[in-house]
């Protein structure tokens, strides 16, 4: 098992950016990794995501302002929120897949995009 731990999150205003952190304790290089958000009432939905080979899908609802990304060495997913919005407004995971570490999950960040 891996453990994920998420931060960055907090209140910002309309067109503002945001940048979430997900720390590892363990190797994240060639895994799926991605961010999901979840809103109450709503399912989980997948934000952005990292295939084990490297390609790069994004949720049509954030393409052209969000950005995954990772840091090998730092065993670090990213993700840089760009003009954001009130429909933002979600808890924000972590997550890694692989058959080593199972469908693991952070315990999630608030991002509030709010005036």
């Known amino acids: 098992q891996v453990q994920l731990v998420e931060s960055g999150g907090g209140l910002v205003q309309p067109g503002g950016s945001l940048r979430l952190s997900c720390a590892a304790s363990?190797?994240?290089?060639?895994?799926?990794v991605g961010w999901y958000r979840q809103v109450p009432g709503k399912q989980r939905e997948l934000v952005a995501g990292?295939?084990?080979?490297?390609?790069?899908n994004y949720a049509d609802s954030v393409k052209g302002r969000f950005t995954i990304s990772r840091d090998n060495a730092k065993n670090t997913l990213y993700l840089q929120m760009n003009s954001l919005k009130p429909e933002d407004t979600a808890v924000y995971y972590c997550?890694?897949?692989?058959?080593?570490?199972?469908?693991?999950w952070g315990q999630g960040t608030q991002v509030t995009v709010s005036s």
């Open positions: 997550n890694v897949f692989s058959w080593v570490y199972g469908n693991s």
């Open positions: 363990g190797r994240i290089a060639s895994i799926r």
């Open positions: 990292i295939a084990s080979g490297g390609s790069i």
